[in-house]
């Protein structure tokens, strides 16, 4: 555009208009004399700056089969072009979503990369390395004495083994009775002054891997009982 009156000359051009231009402006007075004066503009193409690329956060590293995973990346353009992304988590699967959540389904490394492209089909990309591990299965307790279903008398041994470490908790008829803290091992507990009768006694382990049981059936039996009925206490005779 040309304003007349200031003699301001405005023009933007387009990408596609890259080139050489000679401008020539002419000035004429009110009684017909002018002059004029050419100029060289020169248009470039301009320059495109590749996005910087990085990858902020994976959470959780190292993750665990069948758990969600967050991927956050970094990304400037100083351009301010459009971006794509494309993350790629090396098993054959993608996304598109600027910071997605992905679920592994097997245990391995993965090589994960990050590619964004701008507008100007610019690429940047970055890679970050994650450990997926197979789930730590929960810990498991087995009574291995006395067996199931026994009997005796109301004081009672049992001894237990346990697969991982955690807290221990014994159980006499669901009340418990004694908690403690022991790593993998076989260990062994006495029941005392049991009531006569059935009891169930139980072992819990807990850590944060989960928790599991084992029980017995236990009876307390009576003690015997002798009763002397002849001769009388501090009796004498012959």
Known sequence: SFDKNTGLFKWTPKTSQAGEYQIQFIVYDNKGAKDSQTITITVLVPQNHPPQVSIASIEPNPAIVGQPVSFNGSVTDEDGDTL??????????????????????????????????????????????????????????????????????????????????????????????????????????????????????????SNPNGTSESSITYTVIPSPEVTITSPANNSSGP
């Not at 067996?147 to 049992?158: K, R």
């Open 84 to 205: 794509t992304y494309r993350w790629d988590f090396g098993d054959g699967n993608t996304s598109e979503q600027p910071n997605p959540s992905f679920t592994f389904e097997k245990a391995g490394t993965y090589n994960v990369q990050l590619t964004v492209t701008d507008t100007g089909n610019s690429t940047s990309n970055a890679l970050v390395t994650i450990t997926v591990n197979n789930p730590i299965p929960s810990p498991e307790v087995t009574i291995t004495s006395p067996a199931n279903n026994s009997s005796g008398p109301p004081d009672v041994a049992i001894t237990y083994t346990i697969d991982q470490g955690g807290v221990i908790r014994l159980y006499d008829n669901e009340t418990n009775v004694y908690t403690t803290g022991n790593n993998a091992g076989t260990y062994t507990y006495t029941y005392t002054n049991l009531s006569t009768g059935q009891h169930t006694l139980k072992v819990e382990i």
